[in-house]
């Protein structure tokens, strides 16, 4: 964009060196700015001109603040300033380039430059006069090669590694926070609950909870920081020190991993690139850290200045420490009185036109109430401190105070214009996002472009609510879970669409009121916020007291008296942290001040303190922007809330329905019916020759595995009835008592495991392990405990761009995340209690030839003993153990689960696709319709699919398969009765 004025040339020389006055016609500037990374453009007020020529006019030289250029027109007076906001994160550099001043503006790999310099004679501008004058002219230039883009997206793509392995530290840190809960409390055992351990363990969490969200934030704004070339730490710096910075961050991102590989290369590693990545990842795991103390303490010393500042204090805080407590008692109640007191917001739709009210006071105030009140809210809190019995605890402020936004101090808020309008922009805008739309002049909004944006947000709501309905309806969902999801999904769609009538009734009321004016004019709605009551200090302070008893000493000393001390040391540092950012909060005391004026006001000193004091204010303002008061940390907060809530309601229903022992299993055996092996190619391991002999041939079928694996559901009661239908009486044997007679010998029944030993007779020697699988809350806790640090390596892997060759490092990492572990879970890991079971069947030697078996959990529970103790294992829809081989203990070997174990997948079942597979799998079909993907982890699914491609052999037939998973009838061998007769006679 060009603005045109009259040409200037230098005069007062004693003027500042950087400042540079232009006049302006009144009407030439038609639009405002103030926008992230660019520049913001005012108009200021009028001032004295050349009684001659009409102009004022001053040479300008970088380094300075603010730039001002001054060029009058006659008798106008009309003046334009180039300021540099605090936003901009970085001063403009102003130089001199072919006659012209340029203020070079810098955001990440793109320049913003306004030039302004004499025209020309002769150049074609209609709004100027033959004889020459001056251009400002607005230029974006890419100022990024191919080259720099790369190394960024290689420094970003490590950093997008490093904050997913942050998200599944997090997890779990909480996962084995209310797993460890569980154990000491008791709720694993026969023993009675100890209350003490759960009540600690809850009131941790929201140290937890805050921390950790407050972790994600960090590094996710350390991965912006990496692709914009870490603009933060060179505020940080000046000089010397910022060519230090840029070698620092060279020589973490590329120098040292890149030195790494060729050592690796040169000495004939075969894991080169196993040792560069891990190397790669540590260094930025340092550096993260650093990064991150450095914004906490801008954060923290920024609040404390921000105060002093504010109250007259002389002495610097780090210097004197009754100042410095001074001052941490201003924050603390500042905190405070923002938690307990209670206020109300007031909003209105505001004409563009009219000035902002002076500070301390409203619209309403300041326009004499000219501005109609469009809402007015009170939350349920505030209405009780406003209760007379209260007034010992709250007081009743006369006049209410002001409460600002950060947008508000921050004083940066997007234009909707005509030109920038997109159809899908007010819709996907959060609703308590600011913006002002223009309603007047040139750039304002057009009708059209207004309906449409009210008839898009109505249209997109409706299709999001669509959308939900109708997948759910294809997932064949209850209708009472849809009627449910379907009001949720109103109810938050309902206030969008009312907010957006609103605006388009206030829209259409202005512009009919309003005459056409040459300038913009904006449109904004306005939320003010005023305290109405107020905690007393002695309040204040007493809550303080109590939320560091009961958050911060209790939760600590119980942790570390149950001997989580890993966990008790984690949180000390994840609270400290925590409580302090909580309580010396810069956005809270700026919410009070309404301004950053407060922080260092050096208007009449030196030069160089006016741009710290600028550079002070930019860099706080970022900092506060991203990790102290915005939109991520609180989806963060959220997010981990959701988790805790969720792993909560596992832990409490696992407590209530206890472990079960098992059911009879829902299948009803024919034996006068088989299926023959089918024509085609039937799957390679239908028949296996490395296994132990059954009945029925010297080859183990795969078909008598995946019975076996389904048989642990089985209640001990009715176990052997099913073997009798399967195998024949008197083939196989429920060795119940021996497995009894191990587990009140070792555990004593203080492990939720349930397993099986099945021997066979005619075979001597010879016997089966079958492991249950998920059944209850404690086996899906134990699932979470083992395999979800794989499950989201995996998420993570999918999620960045071929991540795929990140994965040699998958399983160190996962093993850094499984030293959260602690005794207490190590002693309730199930696959420990398999594993010593096999072992002492091993020592005893009456069985000689073992084998495992199990379903799901029980599957991965198999595969783990199996490798742990050199015996072949069967898992049927198990989660693997690639990725988390080195969690167990004793870890296992690549060769080990490459050669000793087998898993069963059938197709779309989510289980088995947990961790990464070893070379031995057995792919499945699953006949079942795509919208039920549960069904394919059925246990008798999976038997019926066995049995219907490698044929049933000696076995029976199962009713289930045709009349429950629609599988053709199998073939009569015997008996007058026909398969519908034969399955209503075997109910």
């Known amino acids: 964009m060009t603005w045109s004025v009259p040409a200037w040339r230098p005069r007062h020389k004693e003027k500042e060196e950087?400042?540079?006055?232009?006049a302006l016609p009144p009407d030439e500037l038609v639009v405002s700015e103030s926008v992230t990374g660019e520049p913001e453009i005012e108009v200021a007020p009028s001032v004295p001109q050349d009684e001659e020529t009409g102009v004022m006019e001053a040479v300008p030289f970088d380094d300075e603040p603010a730039e001002k250029a001054a060029v009058g027109r006659n008798n106008d007076s009309s003046l334009l300033t180039f300021k540099d906001h605090i936003s901009l994160m970085e001063r403009a550099s102003t130089v001199r380039f072919r006659n012209a001043h340029v203020r070079v503006y810098q955001h990440r790999n793109i320049q913003f430059q306004i030039e302004h310099g004499s025209k020309k004679k002769g150049d074609e501008d209609e709004d100027e006069d033959e004889d020459g004058g001056e251009d400002i002219t607005m230029k974006i230039v890419k100022d990024g090669t191919v080259g720099l883009l790369v190394l960024r997206a290689a420094y970003t793509l490590v950093g997008f590694l490093f904050v997913g392995f942050l998200f599944i530290f997090c997890m779990q840190v909480l996962l084995f926070l209310f797993l460890n809960m569980a154990v000491e409390s008791g709720a694993t055992s026969k023993q009675e609950i100890n209350f003490l351990p759960l009540f600690a363990t809850i009131l941790s969490a929201p140290a937890f909870i805050h921390g950790m969200g407050s972790a994600m934030n960090l590094g996710w704004t350390f991965?912006?920081?990496?692709w914009g070339g870490m603009p933060f730490l060179r505020s940080l710096a000046y000089g010397k020190w910022r060519v230090i910075v840029e070698w620092t961050t060279f020589i973490v991102h590329v120098l040292i991993p890149i030195s790494v590989m060729f050592i690796s290369l040169f000495a004939g590693a075969d894991n080169w690139w196993e040792i560069t990545a891990l190397t790669w990842f540590t260094c930025l795991f340092i550096f993260y850290l650093l990064h991150s103390m450095a914004m906490i303490g801008v954060e923290i010393m920024g609040c404390l200045e921000l105060v002093r500042h504010s109250n007259g204090f002389s002495e610097l805080?780090?210097?004197?420490?009754?100042?410095?407590?001074?001052l941490l008692k201003m924050c603390i109640i500042l905190r405070q009185r923002s938690n307990y007191s209670g206020s109300k917001q007031c909003s209105y739709f505001v004409d563009g036109a009219n000035d902002a009210p002076e500070k301390g006071r409203s619209y309403t105030e300041d326009w004499d109430g000219s501005v109609e009140l469009y809402a007015e809210k009170r939350d349920l809190f505030t209405r009780i401190t406003q209760l007379s019995f209260l007034r010992c605890i709250f007081k009743t402020l006369e006049k209410p105070t002001r409460i600002y936004s950060i947008d508000e101090v921050k004083g940066v808020v997007p234009f909707i214009t005509s030109k920038n309008w997109s159809l899908?922009?007010?819709?996907?805008?959060n609703r308590d996002s600011r913006a002002v739309a223009v309603v007047g002049g040139p750039a304002a909004l057009k009708r059209n472009q207004v309906r449409s944006s009210f008839i898009c947000?109505?249209?997109?709501?409706?299709?999001?609510?669509l959308f939900f309905f109708s997948f759910l309806v294809w997932l064949d969902v209850s209708g009472l879970f849809i009627g449910l999801a379907v009001i949720i999904i109103i109810a938050i769609a309902v206030p969008t669409i009312l907010r957006t009538i609103g605006l388009m009734q206030v829209y259409t009321q202005m512009k009919a009121e309003k005459s056409k004016k040459g300038n913009s004019e904006a449109l904004y709605q306005v939320w003010e916020k005023f305290r109405i009551t107020q905690a007393k200090d002695r309040f204040c302070w007493t809550m303080f007291v109590l939320e560091n008893i009961f958050l911060f000493f209790f939760p600590l000393v119980m942790l570390l008296a149950t001997s989580n001390h890993f966990i008790a040391f984690l949180f000390f540092v994840v609270a400290s942290l925590s409580g302090a950012r909580y309580y010396m909060n810069a956005a809270i005391v700026l919410q009070e001040l309404g301004s950053l004026e407060h922080l260092g006001p050096y208007k009449n000193e030196d030069r160089a303190k006016q741009i710290w004091d600028w550079t002070e204010k930019a860099r706080l303002s970022l900092v506060i922007s991203k990790i102290g008061w915005g939109k991520r940390r609180d989806v963060w907060i959220k997010v981990f809330t959701g988790i805790v809530f969720f792993i909560t309601m596992i832990v409490l229903g696992a407590v209530g329905i206890g472990s079960n022992q098992g059911a009879?299993?829902?299948?009803?055996?024919?034996?006068?019916?088989?299926y023959p092996a089918q024509p085609n190619l039937p799957y390679p391991t239908c028949q296996m020759g490395k296994g132990i002999e059954v009945p029925g041939g010297q080859q183990t079928s795969l078909i008598d595995y995946v019975f076996l694996a389904s048989v642990a559901y089985e209640n001990p009661n009715s176990t052997q009835t099913r073997l009798d239908e399967w195998f024949?009486?008197?083939?196989?044997?429920d060795e119940q008592t021996v497995v009894n007679e191990y587990r009140d010998a070792t555990d004593k029944g203080t492990s939720a495991v349930t397993f099986k030993l099945i021997s066979f007779p005619l075979q001597q020697g010879q016997a089966i392990v079958s492991i249950r699988g998920t059944a209850n809350g404690w086996d899906m806790l134990t699932d979470a405990q083992l395999w979800s640090a794989a499950a989201l390596t995996q998420f993570v892997r999918a999620l960045l761009p071929i991540g795929e060759i990140w994965t040699p490092i998958f399983n160190n990492l996962v093993r850094v995340v499984s030293l959260l572990e602690t005794k207490s879970l190590d002693k309730v890991a199930f696959y420990k209690t398999t594993t010593k079971f096999v072992e002492s069947l091993q020592k005893d030697g009456t069985f000689t030839n073992l084998a495992i078996t199990g379903h799901s959990l029980g599957g991965g529970l198999a595969m783990i003993s199996a490798a742990q103790t050199g015996i072949p294992g069967i898992g049927l829809s198990g989660p693997n153990a690639k990725i988390s081989r080195d969690t167990f203990d004793p870890p296992l070997t690549l060769a080990q689960i490459d050669q000793q174990i087998l898993n069963i997948v059938?197709?779309?079942d989510v289980v088995p696709m947990i961790d990464d597979l070893g070379q031995l799998y057995q792919r499945i079909q699953c006949r079942t319709s795509p919208n039920d993907p549960i069904g394919c982890h059925t246990a008798t699914r999976s038997l019926c699919e066995v049995m219907y491609t490698c044929g049933t052999g000696d076995r029976p037939a199962i009713c289930e398969c045709v009349t429950e998973y629609g599988y053709e009838e199998p073939k009569q061998i015997g008996g007058n009765k026909t398969f519908a007769e034969a399955c209503r006679a075997s109910v």
């Open 317 to 326: 805080p780090y210097t004197n420490f009754f100042s410095f407590f001074k």
């Open 906 to 908: 059938p197709d779309r």
């Open 664 to 674: 009879k299993t829902s299948y009803r055996m024919l034996p006068d019916f088989s």
């Open 18 to 22: 950087d400042e540079v006055e232009m």
């Open 223 to 226: 991965v912006t920081e990496t």
């Open 457 to 465: 947000a109505i249209i997109g709501n409706f299709i999001t609510l």
């Open 728 to 733: 024949g009486s008197g083939a196989a044997k």
């Open 424 to 429: 899908e922009k007010l819709y996907c805008r």
